[in-house]
């Protein structure tokens, strides 16, 4: 039987910080009110010539190198992204023909903030099937174009970044274990950005009723997330005939600490078992996770023939887990 490994990892975050301190000079908020709400400190944004793709790129770079890979040898590049450098061609495209990756086919794929684990989910069945040998999946967003500098509610939440990783087939008894994606778009008005696409195309009214920022009702979000990702969580290890206490480390969607120490708590997890790096970066839609497992891995704290369990919340709505046996 063969499984999706991920054979390399790499992350990229751009070096301009904006601190909580920053923040209290362009809206009415405190680095308290932020640290205690939602566990960050400090966020990355690109700098004016930069877009997803740039981030992407440095990302997928770092992974081939570790990997001792050039571009070629990838044969399929996905990039999961909801701010894509353009709506098209896609980003993967374009990552493409930066890194001259000349025979992968490329594609982009937006589930917000669950695009990496949804992406694991397609690349765990196109390898298992022998559709494809060398997948390069990558998590980028430049969430800072699209957010509202004046929206306290909003801008305090996100950064940019981007993490990718090399996935090929194994015959060995580990890799991507199990892949579970859901959605429900009946909530599809918490988290959205409305602007610029064919519902509301841009023009000077979307522009002054700022339909191009990212809306999100926080609280109502935050009560759905924590009621479905400790449930995801449950079943993943349900589904595969494990306790919580066989996993090693949960690598969760950096949204919000709250939300990750609800879903450590149902799991019954100590501090030690869960990656934690929300106070540096924010939250980087998808490519938090991604980024997060590259820093696990070089903190040590993926350790070989152990289980690591990664799941996400976000827009659409949106949630997936995948169970890795490493
Ligand atoms: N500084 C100070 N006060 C603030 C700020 C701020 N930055 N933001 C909101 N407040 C105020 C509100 O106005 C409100 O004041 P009021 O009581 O006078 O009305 C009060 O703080 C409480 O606001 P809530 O929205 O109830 O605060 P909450 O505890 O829910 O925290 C947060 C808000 C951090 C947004 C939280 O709800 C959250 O993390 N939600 C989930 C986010 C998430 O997981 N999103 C999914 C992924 S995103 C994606 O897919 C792109």
Not at 245 to 267: E, M, V
Request: with cysteine; hydrophobic share 40%.
């Amino acid at each position: 039987m063969i499984r999706a490994s991920i054979i390399s990892t790499g992350s990229y975050v751009p070096d301009t910080v904006i601190t909580n301190n920053d923040l209290e000079r362009i809206v009415d908020t405190s680095d308290d009110w932020i640290v205690e709400r939602t566990g960050i400190r400090e966020r990355r944004i690109v700098d004016s010539s930069q877009a997803t793709s740039d981030l992407a790129c440095e990302a997928a770079r770092n992974a081939l190198k570790k990997a001792h890979l050039r571009p070629k040898d990838i044969d399929l590049i996905i990039v999961a992204t909801c701010t894509p450098d353009m709506a098209f061609p896609s980003t993967a495209c374009i990552v493409q023909d930066k890194l001259g990756a000349r025979h992968a086919a490329a594609f982009d794929i937006n589930a917000a903030c669950s695009g990496f684990v949804y992406g694991l989910h397609l690349v765990s069945s196109l390898i298992r099937s022998e559709a494809h040998k060398r997948i390069l999946l990558v998590g980028a967003e430049v969430l800072s174009r699209v957010t509202d500098w004046q929206d306290r509610t909003t801008c305090v939440l996100f950064g940019d970044g981007a993490g990718a990783v090399i996935v090929e087939g194994t015959r060995e008894k580990r890799g991507i274990i199990s892949t579970h994606i859901h959605s429900d778009g009946s909530l599809g008005d918490l988290i959205m950005l409305p602007g610029g696409g064919s519902r509301f195309s841009c023009s000077m009214e979307t522009i002054l009723k700022k339909l191009h920022f990212i809306k999100m009702k926080g609280n109502e979000t935050f009560k759905v997330a924590v009621r479905t990702l400790e449930e995801l969580a449950t079943r993943t290890m349900e589904e595969n005939n494990l306790d919580p206490s066989q996993l090693s480390l949960l690598i969760p969607h950096q949204a919000n600490i709250r939300i990750i120490q609800a879903t450590a708590r149902r799991l019954n997890l100590t501090e030690d078992k869960v990656f934690v790096n929300i106070e540096k970066y924010g939250n980087t839609s998808a490519a938090s996770i991604p980024i997060a497992l590259d820093e696990a891995i070089r903190a040590g704290r993926v350790i070989a023939g152990e289980y690591i369990l990664l799941e996400a919340f976000g827009g659409g709505l949106t949630w997936a887990s995948a169970l890795v046996k490493w």
